[in-house]
């Protein structure tokens, strides 16, 4: 069980460290240029995300229902589930570029932007934009290569994309001088380039699966040998298309409920920090320190991933002997893996913040980020649970349990940051935020194991697309 997690949670890790590493590298990229550009380009990141963020229930969903259907060996369930999350990415993603603008002014309001980031933030996000088709199909492939249990093919597309945007974005910047729209347009590029290569490696998956698309239905001549045709297409659709449709619907949008409460978090704490008479350093700061918090969440996600995929598994193959082990070792590995975190910011200190901004043009920006640094390490053991037990509830496709427990923690958030936090200033925020991630984990253990949120498979089998 052990050597099956790590097979799958190595390459998970390698692959997620490698996302944070883009906007990092970015950060850096600003951090040669002013604190501005560094304040600019974190809150351009987090307006991006605020769309994108929000449409991560397409990865989601695809690996808790698609591992389901690899654990019942059931092929046919597998390729309808990546052409529902591709149809429906497609869908999503035509409507985010025609509404970008109300989009982009939403986020102003979120992010309280000030008057002088107004500018390049939109510079970037309106770049940006233009590569969500290309960004929402490759949720969907991810999501579809995490449930047949194949982590390499994912950490192969994350490294094509993230070493091209490098690239780009390098040379629009540093040779070209494009600045904040450099970066942009190198991701851009990137996203494109990697789903060309995404659809390649899926082909790939396909043919040495024996995987293909069947017909939904049977020809009209087909029909007519089994009865009355408008007989047939009512039980057909009662019985296999419509119950496995509407449980599709309803995972994802749980999880799009969760997930928006989830940016909605990030999205106040920007507001509020924005709002605080602190100055630009402190701000650009908050980029920084939250730069090492996507660090530790995408590492530890790399376990969560892992989850997903045996948690799925187990539960479709309905062992819960399997099932129970897993999410203990998880947990573990998990957890041992948070401490490394901490020990590594704590130990690394300055020298880890000297990457996002050099003493000789942000020092003010530097030693803030010094001074606010004790919470993030607590952040790496103090978040780490939630991030463990998302996994286990996409793997049990529990998505409705997921979107009432950060219903729950959210609420808290915003009482803690309101009754205590604000009294605080900077300290107050960044602790809300941190009693917000604890919240979640205590809501999702007493969940999990109170039989609201079954550990057998006994409930995801009721249904057999």
């Known amino acids: 069980m052990n050597k099956e997690i790590l097979r799958l949670a190595i390459p998970n890790i390698l692959s997620n460290i490698s996302v944070p590493l883009i906007t990092s590298f970015d950060t850096v990229l600003m951090g040669g240029l002013s604190g501005n550009h560094i304040a600019a380009v974190g809150l351009g990141g987090m307006a991006f995300n605020f769309v994108y963020w929000n449409f991560g229930f397409l990865r989601m969903s695809t690996t808790g229902l698609t591992a389901r259907a690899f654990g019942a060996e059931d092929k046919a369930a597998q390729m309808a589930t990546l052409a529902r999350a591709a149809l429906l990415a497609a869908a999503i993603s035509v409507l ?71 690239a780009l974005s390098w040379y629009l910047v540093k040779s070209q001088g494009w600045g904040i729209g450099g970066v942009a347009w190198g991701t851009v590029a990137a996203q494109y380039m990697g789903l060309g290569f995404g659809l390649v490696l899926w082909w790939w998956e396909c043919r040495r699966g024996g995987l293909r698309f069947e017909k939904l239905s049977l020809n009209l001549r087909q029909r007519l040998k089994k009865g009355s045709t408008r007989d047939f297409a009512e039980n057909s659709t009662q019985e296999n298309n419509t119950p496995a449709l509407r449980e599709f619907l309803s995972v994802n949008r749980d999880i799009f409920l969760r997930t928006l409460f989830l940016t909605l978090s990030f999205a106040f704490f920007y507001n509020r920090a924005n709002a605080l008479d602190v100055g630009t350093a402190v701000v650009a700061a908050n980029v920084i320190l939250l730069q090492l918090v996507n660090w530790l969440s995408y590492g530890i996600d790399g376990f969560a991933f892992a989850a997903e995929s045996l948690v799925g598994k187990y539960s479709g193959a309905n062992k819960p002997k399997e099932l129970n082990r897993v999410i203990w070792l998880i947990f573990v590995w998990g957890m041992a893996f948070a401490g490394l975190y901490a020990v590594v910011y704590a130990v690394g200190n300055i020298n ?114």
Not at 122 to 132: C, N, T
Not at 420 to 448: D, K, P, T
């Open 96 to 166: 985010l570029i025609l509404l970008q603008y109300p989009f982009a002014e939403l986020t102003h309001l979120l992010l309280n932007l000030r008057e002088e980031q107004v500018g390049m933030v939109d510079d970037y996000f309106y770049i940006r934009i233009l590569a969500a088709p290309a960004a929402l199909l490759q949720m969907v492939l991810f999501g579809w290569f995490f449930g047949r249990q194949n982590s390499v093919f994912p950490l192969i597309l994350t490294l094509i994309v993230n070493a091209g945007n490098m």
């Open 352 to 465: 880890i913040l000297r990457l996002f901004a050099p003493e000789n043009t942000a020092p003010e920006t530097l030693e803030a980020a010094v001074y606010y640094l004790p919470i993030v390490v607590a952040f790496c053991v103090a978040a780490a649970p939630c991030y463990l037990v998302d996994g286990i509830y996409i793997g049990l496709t529990a998505a409705r349990a997921m979107r009432q427990t950060m219903l729950l923690a959210f609420a808290g958030y915003l009482l803690s940051y309101y009754l205590v936090g604000r009294h605080y200033e900077n300290w107050g925020l960044w602790g809300s935020l941190l009693a917000f991630m604890v919240l979640r984990a205590l809501i999702q253990y007493w969940w999990l194991y109170t039989g609201r949120v079954g550990l057998t498979a006994q409930k995801t089998n009721r249904l057999k697309d």
